[in-house]
């Protein structure tokens, strides 16, 4: 198999689907000529041209309205939002419209968008190119939402978004686009939502982690290996619908879980991950479930390294449920 | 007023056309070209601190230092600076210390703000420079609401807010120049027609023939000026800015300029504009622009232009080898300013990072 970076995976399983189906159209602040700030969408007009390689006004709410508009006659939109932190002028059409629109309708109208987001720390970014806006979004009903950490997984959840009938948002880990390389299938490639993924298996804790942190919680599982402790890495690649059916299974082999997530701690996504695992697991617990997550700060730029979850905090987390 | 046809102030001969002349002294004349030299030298260490690797990032703002300095020049005691992130200019030439500008480049202890943001990310409460953010235009509509509080308590005084012609495209624009032109605030909005929002031109941001003709919606007057001559706006500007204290109420001036350099540090601008294109605008500096009308009237000549450089470069090289000493920002930092008191949850989580907790 072919081996892509995160970013490279993203861009061509863009260009895929925009061959396989005339309806898909990318649309967003300097995706044409620019190919984004990021480059995904790099050479995608020269290919498809401007009418599907859409340079937008800077106006996010706009964005998200007018593909709502275009979901719901017939196109494919594919939304890019320049950062996940500046998707908040489209909260309104997102949260409000599409969101609520097949609900609402009761099935008459659909609009399956698909809004991609650069999130997450890690690039010295501050407090408006780092955050991890995630539990907004999961918070609301009606919304699919993903965060890859391979370039497999990331050209699965994508093309299944593109083709599924309901809207996605894709937040895509900034800091892993270039830094992530991996084995890509070729063709045909979809991952569904809400199915997990086992990164590592172990036998002593479960540590449930995504997008950047999943990388993180790899390395936090080596150092806790050279204590004795196997540690097995669920990445839930969906956050939501979650596979919860995995976790579950999970941590009643393992009795111990920690949850990792770059977002603020307080009503973080990690909030909900462990109170369906207490739920569902009370009686296989030997310990509290830990988090280990942001702070409930507003993103930093000098101190952005205090800041982030890292292998150490995790470790630490880890020792004190094996500890408990 | 018609907010389309374009007003300038300098004439090929070295003279300024009366109607649009905002009337300076020799000395003021001479300090609007100190001051856009400083910001000239500024941004090209900026850009060079960057490339070095001794700050993270930076926004230039070269090729526009006559709207800043000219907006800059009019702005007095008491006025309210909206600025965006590459409005340095309008605050230095207020009265934004270079030495509290250039820390802020740092983030280290020597940031009046701590570290809190990116470059370019500025704030000074003595000249009421009010903390940038990083989205476009979200400050366009605190100018009206801080403006309006000047306005209740009978203070003589404005709110200027600029921003790109992006800018325009945003639901604030709308809102702040509607809510401006409903309660008659004593707000100016500049906006900076630089041509791009990052690689999108201003003709792909816009159907309208400008950007000024748009205050015509708003009720409120709209003024298209040359934004590569510094006195014409200096004297637009300081026109709206009169009009504005005086209870006139709000204007928009679209002052149409060129970003000669890259849009940040980020960005390679050769990807989506031609080298021809910036050579043709390059022609039109607005510095040497102004510096050859400053030697055709006999106020400057290449001796004092040298000089002036100089002395830019090195009050910019002196801020720059006084702020890059100071220490990191404490690690305990982090928690405070999120509120006023420290809530018991962040004393904990601080208290968790400093025992190496998490
Ligand atoms: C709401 C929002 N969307 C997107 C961005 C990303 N972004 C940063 S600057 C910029 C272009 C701004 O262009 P303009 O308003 O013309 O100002 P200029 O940078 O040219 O001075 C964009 C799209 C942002 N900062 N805020």
């Given at each position: 198999m072919p081996q892509a970076t995160l970013l490279q995976a993203i861009h061509d399983t863009l260009h895929e689907e925009m061959a396989r189906d005339p309806r898909v159209l990318v649309m967003g602040e300097d995706v044409g000529r620019e190919g984004g700030v990021f480059r995904v969408t790099e050479g995608l007009i020269d290919?498809?041209?401007?009418?599907?390689?859409?340079?937008?006004?800077?106006?996010?709410?706009?964005?998200?309205?007018m593909a709502i508009g275009m979901a719901l006659?017939?196109?494919?939109?594919?939304?890019e939002i320049e950062f996940a932190d500046f998707i908040y002028p489209a909260f309104d059409q997102i949260v409000s419209e599409l969101a609520k629109l097949r609900y609402r309708s009761a099935g008459l109208f659909t609009a399956p968008v698909v809004v991609r987001a650069p999130s997450g720390g890690g690039i010295k970014g501050g407090a408006y190119h780092s955050q991890s806006p995630e539990a907004y979004f999961i918070h609301t009903a009606g919304l699919t939402v993903a965060m890859p950490s391979t370039p497999a997984d990331a050209k699965g959840l994508l093309a299944s978004a593109v083709r599924g009938p309901d809207p996605v948002l894709l937040f895509e880990p900034k800091a892993l686009y270039r830094t992530v390389k991996g084995e890509v299938p070729e063709g045909e490639h979809l991952v569904p939502f809400g199915k997990g993924r086992i990164v590592r298996p172990g036998e002593d804790l479960t540590l449930v982690a995504w997008g950047a942190m999943v990388p993180v919680a790899s390395m936090a599982a080596d150092l806790a290996a050279a204590e004795g402790v196997r540690i097995e890495v669920i990445d839930p690649r969906t956050l939501w619908p979650l596979d919860i059916a995995l976790i579950e299974e999970s941590v009643n082999r393992t009795g111990r879980a920690v949850v990792l997530h770059e977002a603020p701690r307080t009503c973080g996504f990690g909030a909900e991950v462990s109170a369906l695992i207490q739920e569902r697991c009370f009686l296989r617990l030997k310990a509290p479930v830990g988090r280990v997550t942001g702070y409930d700060t507003p993103f930093p730029y000098a101190l952005e390294k205090s800041y982030l979850p890292d292998p150490e905090k995790t470790a630490c987390a880890v020792r004190a449920a094996m500890e408990f | 007023m018609n907010g389309l046809s374009m007003i300038a102030a300098m004439l090929p001969d070295g003279t300024v056309d009366p109607a649009n002349d905002p009337g300076l002294s020799d000395g003021d004349l001479l300090a609007v070209h100190g001051k856009m030299t400083l910001l000239r030298a500024l941004d090209e260490k900026g850009i060079a601190l960057q490339r070095s690797g001794r700050i993270g990032f930076y926004v230039p703002s070269t090729g526009q230092e006559a709207c800043a300095v000219g907006a800059g020049f009019r702005l007095r005691e008491g006025d309210w600076l909206f600025p965006s992130y590459r409005d340095h200019g309008l605050?230095?030439?207020?009265?934004?210390?270079?030495?509290?500008?250039?820390?802020q480049l740092f983030g280290n202890r020597s940031d009046a703000t701590r570290g809190r943001q990116m470059p370019n990310h500025w704030c000074d409460r003595n000249i009421h420079l009010v903390s940038v953010s990083s989205p476009v235009a979200t400050q366009l509509p605190h100018a009206v609401g801080t403006a309006y509080a000047s306005k209740l308590r009978g203070e003589p005084v404005a709110a200027i807010t600029t921003f790109g012609d992006g800018g325009t495209s945003t639901g604030d624009f709308h809102a702040a120049m509607n809510f401006a032109g409903v309660f008659r605030t004593p707000t100016v909005f500049l906006c900076e027609n630089n041509q791009y929002a990052i690689s999108v031109h201003v003709t792909r941001q816009t159907a309208s023939k400008s950007l000024a003709v748009k205050a015509q919606a708003y009720g409120i007057p709209g003024i298209r000026v040359d934004g590569n001559d510094v006195l014409a706006v200096c004297k637009v500007v300081g026109d709206a800015l009169a009009l504005a204290r005086s209870g006139g109420g709000p204007t928009l001036i679209e002052a149409v300029t060129y970003r000669m350099g890259p849009h940040s540090t980020s960005d390679d601008p050769t990807v989506y504009r031609s080298e021809e294109e910036v050579e043709q605008w390059r022609k039109g500096d607005p510095i040497r622009r102004y510096a050859a009308f400053l030697k055709k009237r006999g106020l400057l000549d290449d001796e004092a232009e040298d000089t002036a450089q100089a002395e830019a470069k090195e009050a910019v090289r002196q801020a720059v080898s006084d702020a890059e000493i100071s220490p990191p920002v404490p690690v305990e930092s982090l928690f405070e300013d999120v509120y006023e008191e420290m809530p018991r949850h962040l004393a904990e989580q601080r208290d968790g990072l400093l025992s190496g907790k998490g």
């Amino acid at each position: 198999m072919p081996q892509a970076t995160l970013l490279q995976a993203i861009h061509d399983t863009l260009h895929e689907e925009m061959a396989r189906d005339p309806r898909v159209l990318v649309m967003g602040e300097d995706v044409g000529r620019e190919g984004g700030v990021f480059r995904v969408t790099e050479g995608l007009i020269d290919r498809f041209g401007p009418d599907r390689v859409i340079d937008t006004p800077l106006n996010e709410g706009g964005i998200v309205g007018m593909a709502i508009g275009m979901a719901l006659n017939g196109l494919r939109p594919v939304v890019e939002i320049e950062f996940a932190d500046f998707i908040y002028p489209a909260f309104d059409q997102i949260v409000s419209e599409l969101a609520k629109l097949r609900y609402r309708s009761a099935g008459l109208f659909t609009a399956p968008v698909v809004v991609r987001a650069p999130s997450g720390g890690g690039i010295k970014g501050g407090a408006y190119h780092s955050q991890s806006p995630e539990a907004y979004f999961i918070h609301t009903a009606g919304l699919t939402v993903a965060m890859p950490s391979t370039p497999a997984d990331a050209k699965g959840l994508l093309a299944s978004a593109v083709r599924g009938p309901d809207p996605v948002l894709l937040f895509e880990p900034k800091a892993l686009y270039r830094t992530v390389k991996g084995e890509v299938p070729e063709g045909e490639h979809l991952v569904p939502f809400g199915k997990g993924r086992i990164v590592r298996p172990g036998e002593d804790l479960t540590l449930v982690a995504w997008g950047a942190m999943v990388p993180v919680a790899s390395m936090a599982a080596d150092l806790a290996a050279a204590e004795g402790v196997r540690i097995e890495v669920i990445d839930p690649r969906t956050l939501w619908p979650l596979d919860i059916a995995l976790i579950e299974e999970s941590v009643n082999r393992t009795g111990r879980a920690v949850v990792l997530h770059e977002a603020p701690r307080t009503c973080g996504f990690g909030a909900e991950v462990s109170a369906l695992i207490q739920e569902r697991c009370f009686l296989r617990l030997k310990a509290p479930v830990g988090r280990v997550t942001g702070y409930d700060t507003p993103f930093p730029y000098a101190l952005e390294k205090s800041y982030l979850p890292d292998p150490e905090k995790t470790a630490c987390a880890v020792r004190a449920a094996m500890e408990f | 007023m018609n907010g389309l046809s374009m007003i300038a102030a300098m004439l090929p001969d070295g003279t300024v056309d009366p109607a649009n002349d905002p009337g300076l002294s020799d000395g003021d004349l001479l300090a609007v070209h100190g001051k856009m030299t400083l910001l000239r030298a500024l941004d090209e260490k900026g850009i060079a601190l960057q490339r070095s690797g001794r700050i993270g990032f930076y926004v230039p703002s070269t090729g526009q230092e006559a709207c800043a300095v000219g907006a800059g020049f009019r702005l007095r005691e008491g006025d309210w600076l909206f600025p965006s992130y590459r409005d340095h200019g309008l605050a230095l030439t207020r009265g934004y210390p270079l030495s509290t500008l250039v820390a802020q480049l740092f983030g280290n202890r020597s940031d009046a703000t701590r570290g809190r943001q990116m470059p370019n990310h500025w704030c000074d409460r003595n000249i009421h420079l009010v903390s940038v953010s990083s989205p476009v235009a979200t400050q366009l509509p605190h100018a009206v609401g801080t403006a309006y509080a000047s306005k209740l308590r009978g203070e003589p005084v404005a709110a200027i807010t600029t921003f790109g012609d992006g800018g325009t495209s945003t639901g604030d624009f709308h809102a702040a120049m509607n809510f401006a032109g409903v309660f008659r605030t004593p707000t100016v909005f500049l906006c900076e027609n630089n041509q791009y929002a990052i690689s999108v031109h201003v003709t792909r941001q816009t159907a309208s023939k400008s950007l000024a003709v748009k205050a015509q919606a708003y009720g409120i007057p709209g003024i298209r000026v040359d934004g590569n001559d510094v006195l014409a706006v200096c004297k637009v500007v300081g026109d709206a800015l009169a009009l504005a204290r005086s209870g006139g109420g709000p204007t928009l001036i679209e002052a149409v300029t060129y970003r000669m350099g890259p849009h940040s540090t980020s960005d390679d601008p050769t990807v989506y504009r031609s080298e021809e294109e910036v050579e043709q605008w390059r022609k039109g500096d607005p510095i040497r622009r102004y510096a050859a009308f400053l030697k055709k009237r006999g106020l400057l000549d290449d001796e004092a232009e040298d000089t002036a450089q100089a002395e830019a470069k090195e009050a910019v090289r002196q801020a720059v080898s006084d702020a890059e000493i100071s220490p990191p920002v404490p690690v305990e930092s982090l928690f405070e300013d999120v509120y006023e008191e420290m809530p018991r949850h962040l004393a904990e989580q601080r208290d968790g990072l400093l025992s190496g907790k998490g």
